[in-house]
């Protein structure tokens, strides 16, 4: 099943386009990395479905036209982990892994047993138990993302939206990032996820979206959406392929 | 590694867990009544507290008149301005996510005052007793509204700050034009109250206004609670996480708008208790926005009242102005915290 649709969808910031008649669809249990260059539009996709940016044509969330969401029930079902994810006050990270819950609590109720175990499981998830306690602000940058990460999941929601979550984690705690995002896929959630780097794109990634200035460029798994012809086009690179296994991934070569 | 060690234990005992944070709420209410209490009791007039006491209840006598007329109201007045002012402070702080932000700084305060001298000495005060609260509430709507449009705009705390300064200057120099150009004789010596608060001379009248403006103004903060706790994680997290972070906005404004501009209407400018108030009592909450408003309106409540007592004690012809006080401490605090602010980032 298509966990979100988009036919035809233009959207743009006053007069200056951004995106236009964007057609793509991403599937329950899967990984779905969507590429392009900078100002390709990744992030105002995400933005689109979320109901933050108005947008011309169609966007089915669940097979339910996103205009009869109800901005709560949106709530639930799409989880969001914005770029850079800031964090304005020194709160614990269960508490703030607790915020994820917020769609789930009516006002001035207090957390219930279910609220508590969602929590409690995707700290789990993201191995971020042993800084549950400790604030925000004292934890490295690998650890803070897992957090952020892990108050995404506590929504429960099917469908989650992830922009750039790997920028500025060192090598290891991308690969740990990438994993567990497949490993919440696994879980039957669709994973939309923005990179830059294609190497953990075609790598940990069912399919992929490239996006080039606001269009589709090409989607599917990885060798037939960064083909040569796509990647000299869309990025001007050229690009080697590896093999290790089963996996592989396409390496930024050179600048053509 | 001492520090660190010594900063790790502050940290697991001011971690706020919800008993220790009722507990320190619990604690707050009980000195806000205790200092209000003491003010009570505190005056020119040496009348036994027991005679007080019975003058409250009874109203009969110097003592009632006394007990009733001008010790109550004042008690009850400052856990009013304190509350509203304690409020605004930590609700404005949550929506700019920055603990800079606060009635006074921002300009709210001194355009509140604006409007009740506008009122006061234009001779609208005479129509009804109700345009002088209302021509406060209007000045303090005025420049919440220039706030709000500003953060809608996505002006940063730094701009808002400075934003803040222009609109209680221009706020200020407008009071001294409306003062200069009354038709009062007194107006100008009077100034110094509007710009300066105070307490003193408060009749039963003016809890009428302040207390239900501070009470709905308090609520409308505490009912937007819930979202500024989804701002910690920014505006488009809090939005995907079901936030209207626009109706947000718009309580924090008018509620900010309507306890500041009763507490100005009752006392005058009085600043930094918003400021203060709130860091203060961060830590104990788990640096949760929503948890904090509730807690910040009590311990106002407290702080007006012991500076309140203070300034009696101080000088018993109250030379030294509530606000004046406030300002002399909360100042050098606002320098702190941005002196601290700096060296964290």
């Known amino acids: ?88 006050w020194p709160i614990t990270a269960r508490r703030l892994v607790a915020l994820g819950r917020l769609p789930h609590r009516k006002s001035f109720a207090p957390a219930t047993a279910a609220d508590d175990i969602a929590v409690a499981d995707a700290l789990d998830r993201c191995e971020a138990c042993e800084f549950a306690d400790r604030a925000i602000d004292e934890l490295s940058a690998g650890e803070r993302a ?19 979550p790997a920028a500025h984690l060192d090598p290891a705690h991308q690969l740990s990032l990438m994993r567990l995002l497949k490993d919440e896929a696994r879980r039957g959630t669709a994973v939309l996820v923005t990179l830059h780097d294609l190497a953990l794109a075609s790598r940990y990634c069912h399919e992929i979206l490239v996006l080039e200035q606001g269009t589709v460029a090409a989607q599917g798994p990885a060798d037939q959406a960064l083909d040569d012809a796509t990647l000299a086009r869309v990025f001007g690179i050229r690009a080697l392929r590896v093999r290790e296994g089963e996996g592989s991934a396409v390496l930024a070569w050179t600048a053509l | 590694m001492h520090g660190t060690a010594a900063k790790e234990i502050k940290r697991i005992r001011f971690a706020g867990d919800e008993r220790s944070s009722a507990r320190a709420t619990f604690a707050l209410l009980v000195i806000a009544l205790l200092l209000a209490s003491f003010s009570f009791f505190l005056g020119p007039s040496n009348i036994a507290p027991a005679d007080l006491v019975s003058g409250l209840f009874s109203g009969h006598g110097a003592a009632g008149v006394i007990a009733r007329e001008i010790r109550l109201p004042r008690a009850l007045l400052a856990l009013f301005v304190g ?82 300064v222009a609109i209680a200057s221009l706020a200020t120099a407008l009071t001294a034009l409306a003062l200069s150009l009354a038709p009062n004789p007194y107006a100008m010596s009077e100034m110094v109250l509007w710009m300066m608060g105070s307490l003193k001379d408060r009749t039963l009248s003016d809890l009428v206004f302040a207390v239900p403006l501070t009470v709905i103004g308090v609520a409308l903060l505490v009912s937007a609670a819930r979202g500024l706790d989804a701002l910690t994680l920014g505006e488009e997290a809090a939005h995907s996480l079901g936030i209207d972070v626009g109706k947000v ?69 109250e030379q030294l102005r509530l606000g004046v006080f406030t300002a002399l401490l909360g100042a050098p605090f606002f320098l702190w915290l941005i002196l601290r602010l700096r060296r964290d980032a």
Not at chain 1, 146 to 164: C, Q, W
Not at chain 2, 135 to 155: F, K, N, P
Not at chain 2, 259 to 279: C, N
């Open chain 2, 249 to 317: 906005r718009r309580r924090v404004v008018f509620g900010v708008a309507l306890a500041t501009g009763a507490a100005t209407a009752a006392a005058g400018a009085v600043s930094f208790v918003g400021l203060v108030v709130p860091h203060l009592l961060r830590p104990f909450y788990g640096y949760e926005p929503a948890r904090l408003i509730l807690p910040s309106a009590l311990g106002g409540a407290a702080l007006i009242a012991l500076a309140d007592i203070i300034v009696r004690f101080a000088d018993p012809s």
């Open chain 2, 83 to 164: 509350a509203a002012l304690g409020a605004s402070g930590a609700a404005l702080q949550g929506l700019f996510r920055n603990p800079l932000a606060e009635p006074g700084i921002t300009g709210v305060t001194s355009s509140a005052g604006l409007g009740a001298v506008i009122a006061l000495y234009f001779g609208l005060a005479t129509i009804s007793a109700a345009v002088l609260p209302a021509c406060a509430v209007t000045g303090a709507l005025v420049s919440a509204g220039i706030l709000y449009l500003l953060s809608r705009a996505g002006a940063g705390v730094m701009a808002l700050v400075l934003a803040g």
């Open chain 1, 146 to 164: 897992r957090v952020l990460l892990a108050r995404a999941l506590a929504t429960g929601a099917p469908i989650l939206m992830a922009d750039e």
């Open chain 1, 1 to 88: 099943m298509n966990a979100l649709f988009f036919a035809n969808v233009s959207a743009s910031y006053g007069a200056r386009p951004i995106l236009s008649g964007v057609t793509a669809s991403f599937k329950s249990g899967a990984v779905t990395a969507i590429v392009g260059p900078n100002g390709a539009g990744k992030t105002t996709l995400f933005r689109t479905a979320l109901g933050i940016v108005p947008s011309d044509g169609m966007i089915r969330v669940l097979d339910n036209d996103l205009k009869n969401w109800s901005r709560e029930d949106l709530a639930r079902t799409i989880a969001y982990l914005p770029q850079g994810s800031d964090t304005h």
